[in-house]
């Protein structure tokens, strides 16, 4: 096995034609070089170079070994490039609680562009409800998560130990079945909360938007059937069963799709909002992921310590 130093000072010869310069390349005295390449010659048994007036030539055994030498060189210099680019390799696993569809979430471009940029980071997917989401952060089970909460709340003032960055803004509506307009024509909470609703569990956005309304007017939803999941919730309206909030987009596309009733006049500000522990804040997969999705929704988010 031939010594780098050596190897490069045959190679900078070789280029240079001249031990001089290729003292000043390698940054080494001329005496340095001159010995580096004495002592190649002998360990290899060969004459690889001619003395000529203006420098040093290759002999024909110098330049048969030239392009070999080159890319032994080039094989250590890719090797030295990889060895570096792990230490900046973003490695591990990232636990992400997510809510909703993931549509409106805009989980499949956060995931592509964190692919992207960390190939070498898994992610776990964990779905659930917003208050679930929050607990398994607070605990350690996940990462980062999604959550839903009024406009500048996010977590509560019972989440110091949270962190949370609002995504964007948008509302939910009063939704009810198709040939209930009629019902809702008098949209006042007292009345509405007489109708049949389809409830969901205190973890929902729905219960902690819907009982933020109806709590301080000494009110409650006359709960018919209680769901955890949108889509089931969706299909008990339109089948006739009771009321429910719908945000923006899905209230909307249900009017005019099905037929669904849409109470006037009636909307509950909500935020969607990125979620972590603050003590983990500096954490490398943590950072990333804000990284990602500051690029996914277009600008620099706001952040809000609880």
């Not at 002592?39 to 330049?63: S, V």
């Not at 005019?256 to 849409?262: F, I, N, S």
Request: glycine share 8%; with cysteine; charged share 25%.
């Amino acid at each position: 096995m031939q010594d780098l130093q050596a190897l490069r000072a045959f190679v900078s010869v070789a280029r240079e034609g001249s031990v001089s310069r290729a003292a000043e390349r390698l940054n080494l005295t001329q005496p340095a070089v001159s010995l580096k390449l004495k002592q190649f010659q002998a360990g290899l048994g060969l004459t690889l170079f001619r003395r000529r007036p203006k420098g040093l030539t290759l002999t024909e055994d110098g330049q048969a070994l030239l392009p070999a030498a080159e890319k032994a060189l080039a094989a250590v210099s890719a090797f030295d490039q990889s060895a570096r680019a792990l230490h900046s390799t973003l490695r591990g696993r990232l636990k992400i609680g997510t809510i909703v569809d993931p549509e409106f979430i805009r989980l499949g471009a956060f995931l592509h562009r964190l692919v992207e940029r960390s190939p070498q980071l898994e992610t776990e997917l964990s779905h659930g409800m917003s208050g679930s989401v929050l607990e398994r952060v607070r605990r350690g089970e996940l990462d980062v998560g999604f959550y839903l909460a009024p406009p500048g709340e996010g977590p509560g003032e019972g989440s110091a130990e949270i962190v949370h960055r609002e995504l964007t803004q948008f509302h939910y509506h009063v939704i009810a079945p198709a040939g209930w307009g009629s019902r809702l024509a008098v949209a006042d909470w007292e009345r509405l909360a007489r109708l049949p609703w389809i409830v969901t569990p205190q973890d929902s956005v729905h219960h902690r938007l819907l009982h933020g309304v109806l709590d301080p007017l000494g009110l409650a939803p006359n709960g018919v059937a209680q769901v955890d999941q949108e889509a089931c919730m969706l299909d008990l309206v339109r089948a006739g069963v009771g009321l429910s909030l719908a945000r923006d987009a899905l209230a909307m596309t249900e009017r005019q799709e099905r037929g669904l009733a849409v109470a006037e006049g009636i909307r509950l500000p909500c935020a969607l909002c990125f979620i972590w522990r603050r003590d983990r804040g500096e954490e490398a997969v943590i950072s990333e992921a804000l990284a990602v999705l500051e690029r996914v929704w277009g600008e620099p988010l706001s952040q809000t310590v609880t």
